[in-house]
């Protein structure tokens, strides 16, 4: 067993500056020194398809609590591990029909499958916070499994920015929360899906979908012949995890959503036509002028950062349809207007 206890604290930022964090290039030379750096058991940020990670050695507890300690992140929360292939994640845990079939359909891909951990796994316990359970997942751009096999090892990697605070999808999103605190970021460009992989738990029984993401819910349900189970937040139960609290993902602004119209003042967050109100905007940013969920997505985080940046008290957000890949969208919204 872990001690838990022992996690670092994590220092304010102003006190880390012995290490400045170094951009690594992705080409051969910044892959093999981002490898290097986490197998020495350093905290890494790489890009995925959906946002960028921050990568530890997923079998080293004490990397792991590195990413805890850079993130300040409330320490009881599991981790998923990141794998280059089918084959590795097979030696971490124990899939049953269902999960064969999902990780056949979809990985490399923006799912995230919780199974039992094999008993010969390697994911430490720390990365799975003591659970029987490991969440895998075999990220879709080839950087991040070329990093990944370079590696050998299962790589922990949660969302790369401070606790509570947006997802990032780009080099510069880290370093403006982790500056100093990580060793490096493998700087990939823009992460292209732009929410989180789609978490689905096979642990016996019927699937379950514990969080919407990228993969959507008709593609799983598609796979699953419709063999999917309510969700934890639909059946009115308790998030499984602090990663699924009602306010991770949240700005400094206050979110106000379904604005139908713009109030003077606010930082505007649209998506298709303009709504009435819009020249008294502080600031504005479409989503997707067409009315595209796919784009919506890739920029969401983005637009919330630089909406939160313009100072503004509020960030008025447009109605976006929950379909597709907008069940992913809404749920990232809701949780940044969540009351803390
Ligand atoms: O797209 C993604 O999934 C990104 C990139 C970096 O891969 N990662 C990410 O990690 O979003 P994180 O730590 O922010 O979210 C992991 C989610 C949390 O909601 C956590 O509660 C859930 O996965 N999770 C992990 N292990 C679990 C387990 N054993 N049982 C239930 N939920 C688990
Ligand atoms: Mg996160």
Not at 122 to 132: I, Q
Not at 239 to 253: C, E, I, N, Q
Request: charged residues 20%; hydrophobic residues 45%; aromatic residues 2%.
């Amino acid at each position: 067993m872990n001690d838990l206890g022992s996690i670092p604290r994590a220092q304010p930022h102003s006190d880390v500056v012995a290490c400045p964090t170094l951009r690594l290039a992705a080409d051969a030379a910044g892959i093999a020194e981002a490898a290097r750096l986490v197998a020495s058991g350093a905290v890494v940020a790489f890009p995925t398809e959906t946002v960028y990670g921050l990568g530890a050695d997923a079998t080293d507890p004490e990397a792991v609590a590195r990413i805890f300690a850079a993130k300040e992140r409330p320490r009881f929360n599991p981790l998923i591990a990141h794998l280059p292939d089918i084959d590795s994640a097979l030696r971490e845990g124990v899939f049953d029909a269902a999960a064969l079939r999902l990780a056949e359909a979809f990985w490399p891909g923006p799912l995230t499958l919780v199974v039992p951990a094999r008993r010969d796994g390697t994911v430490c316990d720390l990365a799975r916070a003591g659970l029987d359970s490991v969440a895998l997942r075999v990220p879709g751009n080839a950087l991040a499994r070329d990093l990944l096999a370079r590696i050998g090892r299962p790589v922990a990697a949660p969302s790369a920015n401070r606790s509570g605070r947006v997802s990032p999808t780009s080099a510069d999103h880290v370093l403006a929360d982790l500056d100093g605190r990580i060793a490096a970021v493998l700087d990939g460009g823009s992460a292209p899906v732009g929410v989180e992989s789609t978490v689905v738990a096979c642990l016996g029984g019927m699937p379950r979908l514990l969080r919407p993401g990228g993969t959507t819910r008709d593609a799983i349900l598609k796979v699953l012949d419709g063999a999917l189970a309510e969700d934890e937040a639909e059946a009115g139960r308790a998030p499984v995890g602090p990663g699924l609290l009602a306010s991770h993902y949240a700005p400094r602004a206050q979110v106000r959503l379904d604005a139908e119209s713009i109030e003077p003042g606010e930082a505007a967050l649209l998506f298709g036509a303009p709504p009435p109100g819009l020249e008294h905007a502080a600031a504005s940013l479409n989503l997707s002028p067409d009315a595209d969920l796919v784009e919506a997505a890739s920029g969401l985080f983005a637009a919330l950062r630089r909406l939160d940046a313009s100072g503004a008290a509020i960030i008025a957000v447009a109605p976006i349809p929950s379909s597709g890949l907008g069940e992913a969208i809404n749920d990232r919204l809701r949780r940044a207007a969540a009351p803390r």
